[in-house]
């Protein structure tokens, strides 16, 4: 295993917070060979359970043990006071990954600390990071934002998982700790992914810098996918699992990408045609993106195929519009979505969704039509830019039959192909001046 | 039940009109109408009730105007059907002769019958009529009774008249809706036949042509016997489609034309007439030109009679109508339709006169009636059917059967 290991690269895990450990322990479970990992939470029982192999507790006599209580400010204040502890386990890291669920205080108060620390140490700073469920509320959604947009700052790319595409994924019936480590075990495909495409000797490398390039500047709109497969057409599976991911909107994504890099990994007979199907695939739906190829072996994955992709959006965008765009959207549809389980008692009061700056206009009028395919639109998730809701539908064209006159109802009088119900003279092409 | 029973309806429930006719079997044998009734009809296309309701009135007011004139009371009729899904063919039955004296005896007979009558149908079909054709014993054609002869291989051939049997239902449903009975369902083309033809133009071979409203029915005899029939569900109410769509006019004003200027032949001396008329009650004028009326009406009767006549030169019956072609129906009005036909088929064409049964001569010489009228014919045949060999039994059995079949 070390041998096929990259041996410049030095790669390091942080999961803080609940989210961030709950996610560090599901990558730590696939051991990944020279990663090491350190787990960041005041909860020591949830310190307790991880396997991480460095745990920093944040718990002071700040707020004697009590946590932080959701309050970002407190998850702040904890890290800063550690700071110099954070920054010593981020030194000689080559790059840094940030895992943390956003909403929460440890998460969103301690992430970007801690993403400040690993830049100060010269690292690449890459966050994953979970955003809460819609029917969280609005204000761990805020709470969510502001932390996502702390971490921007100080790390190289942010990529966003938000939670509630998990819902797609998951039936009804679905319990609470399933759909959890359904959304843990998708971020940590794509983050053992990401780490593949680094660490493994590639067939065809991708270049430290390849992924900088493609992560500078996108921040939020990073998206991450992975899937695989193995059988006798595993690269077409694997292609259609990726379209089919969440994230990627059935290929949405990767059109609106700027820049996206896809890597490919499998055992030792990885052939030239598979790579060639993912590319055609990616390539033919990435419009004008740059693209970046990775090819890697990896005995551990046996006959499966793995793809990572990681497409990175419009970032020029992104810096002209002081919101991110994705958890404003999310916003909009909490609101509309599922006004229910939002009116719970025990969730606070959404006094402002929308910041006072906005003008918000009135709801445009729209057809019956028009209603439903809005409603299915967001019943299928897609939270992908404005573009794509801007995006024109064409609707489909009723088919219309001549009338018949008199014989509409009747079935018709077809002989030799000729249907006789036409008058004789139009069937002959008789001409009356 | 006794004195009704020589009363015999034939109903036709067209797609311009429903026509009660009311015949009367004398004790002799001889029948006589006595009463006819019709409505203009609603609810049914191409021959076939698309609205039941419309089309229960319109039976209801022709079988009450029929009641009125004959002065009976109606209880059970001879249904007359047509539309596009009923077809003839023709199939062949072998039976051999396996007796050790090669006498053919009625078994055969039934056989060799019951062979040439299973026919495959699709399921939804149902038979109408299955007409027995003539016997060919060995080889030689034309017996008529083959009993008692002698020979080896017994063939037959059968017409068969079928239909969709939920099609036919329809207007079975309709009637007894009414409280009337059906005694049996009939092929219109058949009908229109029996009103219409001698026995001796029967012999001679002969073509009957009903231009109904909706649907076209035909009928061929030769040597006496049926030998082909069928429908082409085109008639009247396609010209009138065809005018309206072709003179731009509504449905109505495009019937009123037809029948009031019409031909199945462009007539020259027309060029360039035109016929005007109130477009509505604004009393705003409008014409249309009769060249053009006449030139998309003779098109589509033309047609029509062009798809009938390859049909039964499909069938190889064209040089077997020695007494020519006979039309009736609505249609038979038609100025110079006689001509038409002529030029088609090539053969001596009359409008058929329903001069086979006595009654009011003036009433019953109407084209329009001849289908009801031989349905009232096909109905006298069925009560008269078994020749009495023993008076006595046979009418306790016909008694019992009448019964049984009302009940």
Redesign the interface.
């Known amino acids: 295993m070390n041998i096929a290991q990259n041996p410049n690269l030095s790669i390091r895990f942080f999961g803080v917070g609940n989210a961030g450990v709950a996610m560090l322990n599901v990558i730590l479970a696939r051991e990944l060979p020279g990663a090491t990992c350190v787990a960041i939470n005041t909860d020591e029982a949830s310190l307790a359970d991880s396997n991480a192999s460095e745990k920093v507790s944040l718990e002071s006599k700040l707020f004697r043990g009590m946590g932080t209580g959701g309050d970002p400010e407190r998850g702040r204040e904890l890290a800063e006071e550690q700071f110099g502890q954070l920054k010593s386990l981020c030194e000689g890291a080559q790059v840094v990954f940030v895992m943390a669920g956003l909403g929460g205080g440890v998460g969103s108060g301690a992430a970007p600390v801690l993403a400040r620390a690993a830049k100060d140490c010269g690292a690449l700073v890459i966050g994953f990071v979970a955003l809460p469920f819609d029917l969280e509320g609005a204000r761990r959604m805020r709470q969510a934002e502001r932390a996502q947009e702390a971490l921007r700052e100080f790390s190289d790319g942010v990529v966003c998982w938000p939670n509630q595409k998990v819902f797609n994924l998951i039936g009804e019936n679905s319990t609470v700790a399933e759909t959890l480590r359904s959304a843990n075990i998708r971020m940590a495909d794509g983050v053992c992914g990401l780490w593949r495409i680094l660490a493994r000797r590639g067939l065809m490398d991708v270049q430290f810098p390849d992924l900088c390039g493609v992560l500078r500047d996108a921040h939020a709109e990073a998206v991450f996918a992975a899937a695989e497969a193995d059988g006798d057409n595993r690269a077409g599976v694997a292609v259609e699992k990726l379209l089919a991911h969440p994230l990627t909107d059935g290929g949405e994504a990767l059109k609106e990408a700027r820049a996206v890099l896809v890597g490919i990994a499998a055992g030792s007979q990885l052939t030239m045609a598979e790579v060639g199907k993912v590319m055609e695939a990616v390539n033919s739906r990435c419009g004008d993106a740059r693209v970046f190829l990775g090819a890697a072996e990896d005995e551990s994955l046996g006959n499966r195929l793995v793809v990572t992709v990681v497409a990175a959006g419009a970032g020029e965008l992104e810096k002209v519009e002081p919101e991110p765009p994705a958890p404003v959207r999310r916003r909009v549809r909490t609101s509309a979505d599922q006004p229910g389980l939002l009116d719970g008692e025990f969730l606070e009061k959404r006094s402002t969704p929308r910041p006072r700056s906005r003008f918000v206009a009135a709801n445009p009028e729209m057809s019956q039509d028009e209603v439903q395919q809005l409603a299915e639109r967001r019943a299928s998730g897609s939270t992908r830019g404005r573009k794509a809701t801007n995006k024109m539908h064409q609707g489909q064209l009723p088919l219309e039959i001549v009338s018949k006159g008199r014989f509409e109802k009747s079935e018709p009088t077809i002989r030799d192909g000729q249907d006789l119900d036409v008058p004789t003279f139009v069937r002959r092409n008789m001409v009356f001046n | 039940m006794f004195d009704s029973s020589s009363i015999i309806v034939g109903l036709e429930i067209g797609t311009s009109k429903v026509c009660a006719v009311v015949g009367e079997m004398s004790d002799e044998g001889v029948l006589n109408i006595i009463g006819i009734g019709q409505s203009k009809s609603n609810g049914v ?2 021959s ?1 009730i ?1 609205d039941s309701p419309a089309a229960e009135q319109a039976v209801r007011d022709a079988i009450v105007q029929a009641e009125t004139m004959a002065d009976c009371e109606i209880h059970s009729v001879y249904l007359g059907v047509s539309g ?2 009923v077809r003839g063919f023709t199939n062949h039955g072998v039976h051999p002769v396996v007796s050790a004296d090669r006498e053919i005896m009625q078994d055969d007979v039934d056989d060799a019958v019951k062979n040439a009558k299973s026919v495959n149908l699709p399921a939804e079909n149902s038979i109408l009529h299955a007409i027995r054709q003539h016997f060919v014993v060995d080889g030689q054609q034309g017996v008529t009774n083959p009993v008692g002869m002698l020979g080896a291989r017994l063939e037959v051939d059968v017409h068969v008249v079928h239909g969709v049997t939920n099609r036919v239902h329809n207007a079975v449903r309709a009637v007894k809706g009414l409280q009337l009975e059906v005694e049996s369902v009939v092929f219109n083309g058949l009908a229109a036949s029996l009103a219409i033809l001698t026995n001796e133009q029967k012999e001679m071979g002969a073509l009957v042509i009903d231009l109904g409203g909706g649907t076209t029915n035909y009928a061929v005899y030769a040597d006496g016997i049926i030998k082909h029939t069928g429908v ?3 008639g009247g ?2 010209v ?3 005018l ?3 003179l731009k006019l509504p ?1 109505g004003r495009a019937e009123a034309l037809k029948i009031e200027h019409g031909s199945a032949l462009f007539d020259e001396t027309v060029a360039g007439q035109e016929i005007t008329f109130d477009r509505d009650a604004s009393g705003a004028k409008r014409s249309v ?1 009769k060249e ?1 009326l006449q ?2 009406m003779a ?2 009767m ?2 029509t009679f062009q ?1 009938i006549a390859e049909d039964i030169d499909r069938a190889g019956l064209l040089n077997y109508l020695g007494s020519g072609v006979f039309l009736c129906g609505g249609g038979a009005r038609i100025p110079r339709i006689a001509d038409l036909a002529t030029q088609t088929f090539g053969l001596p064409v009359s409008l058929g006169r329903t001069n086979c049964i006595s009654g009011n001569k003036a009433v019953l010489d109407h084209p329009e009636f001849a289908t009801a009228i031989g349905l009232v014919r096909f109905g006298s045949f069925q009560q008269s059917k078994p020749a009495p060999r023993n008076p006595i039994t046979h009418t306790v059995k016909s008694t019992l059967t009448n019964l049984f079949r009302r009940g």
């Open positions: 296309r191409k076939e698309v596009g899904h082409l569900a085109v109410d396609h009138t489609n065809d309206a769509f072709g449905l030109c053009h030139r998309i098109a589509r033309e047609e798809w």
